[in-house]
């Protein structure tokens, strides 16, 4: 079967989702490590067997809302080419804004970078793209998430120290760090969410019934071990925002826009 017909038939099996040519062309694209003009360009190209085996099964996957960096198992973000899988969450585009927001918000470059919940590893890896004289560490309470966090700084060619651990929990009392990124879990856990966002780890997504019992548990942390830093920053839902203030009460808390200028993260900073 040739790449026109191929695309037809599939487009057929993913009639219920938004956008059905673009996914059945997204898939076959990167099945053929080719870019989708090149699709348009030569639709009487004809597929091998396994190729056509492989896209079939795809296909299939797709249609159960199988989110398609988890099908691909790979993901570019932020210029960055990273492994995914059912372990990590699939890096989100609002995470690229908070990584320019930390990239203009540092003055001078920081020597100590601390990441927690580093999932596939991509805050940590770009950070230390960034900032490449900066010591950079990132924790993550999900192994697995880990295994694959570490291919990905290989794979970017990037020297991270990565460790299990349940929030700050291995840093010993008083540790002082220049900027610590903490990316947790923020949705409420009533949430209803997309049938591909579901099929993410919730472990790497709902945090409590307000979605901010990680954040708290952070906070709490911080403080009975007494760590330092110049710098947090967070992101969560623009309607935290007011329970963010509260948490960190003790700190000066500035909120900064994401998508839609709604505001997504905060940089926390201790009061001068
Ligand atoms: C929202 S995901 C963020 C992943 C990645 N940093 C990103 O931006 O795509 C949250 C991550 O926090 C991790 N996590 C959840 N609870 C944790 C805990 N108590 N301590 C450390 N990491 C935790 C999850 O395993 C998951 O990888």
Redesign the pocket.
Known sequence: MNLHKTLKTAVTKLNHLENPSLEAEVLLASLLDKHRTWLRTYPETKLSATQHLKYKWWIQQRAAHKPVAYITGNVVWNSLSLKVNKH??I??DE?EILCHHIKTAQTISPKTIL??????G??AIWLKKQFPSAQVSA????KN?LKLAKKNAKQNQTEIKFAK???TQILPNKTKIDVIVA???YVPENLIVTPEVDQE?P???FSGTDGLD?IRALQAQITDKSISFKQLWLEFLPSQTDTIKSIFSDYKVEFKPGVNEELFFALITPRA
């Open positions: 990590t969450l890096p989100r995470t990441d927690i919940g580093t999932g596939s991509c805050i924790f993550d309470i999900a998430a651990s349940d929030l990316n947790l879990p780890p472990t790497a997504i990680h």
